[in-house]
C-alpha cells in the first residue's frame, strides 16, 4: 500500500545469531536534530543488525496538509 519510490529499506538482513537472512523490523531508536536514528532488529532473536540515520524531517508522510514547503526547490537543473 505505501509506495516509497527509491527510498531504502532493508526487509532482510543476515543474522549472525540465526545464522541465515531474517526478516527484520525497524525501530525508532532516536530522534535527533539532524535526523532519526532507526535501528534493524531481526525478528527471529531481536538482535540489532542495523542502524541508519535518517536525516530531515520527511522520513514518513503523514499526510501534510502544507505541500507548500519545497515544492519546485532545488529540482530544475540546467
Ligand atoms: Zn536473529
Known amino acids: 500500500m505505501t509506495r516509497q519510490f527509491g527510498a531504502f ?3 532482510e538482513l543476515y543474522c549472525p545469531k540465526c545464522k541465515r537472512a531474517q ?3 525497524e ?3 532516536l530522534v535527533l536534530p539532524s535526523g532519526e536514528l ?7 532473536c531481536s538482535t540489532s ?5 535518517v ?3 520527511a522520513t514518513k508522510v503523514v ?4 505541500p507548500r514547503t519545497g515544492a519546485g ?3 530544475l537543473l540546467n
Not at 49 to 53: C, E, F, M, N, Y
Not at 63 to 66: E, I, K, L, N, P
Request: proline share 6%.
Open 38 to 44: 532507526h535501528e534493524f532488529l531481526c525478528t527471529g
Open 49 to 53: 543488525l542495523a542502524k541508519r540515520t
Open 55 to 57: 536525516s530531515g524531517p
Open 9 to 11: 529499506t532493508a526487509s
Open 73 to 75: 526547490r532545488g529540482r
Open 27 to 29: 525501530k525508532l531508536l
Open 23 to 25: 526478516p527484520v523490523r
Open 63 to 66: 499526510a501534510s496538509t502544507s
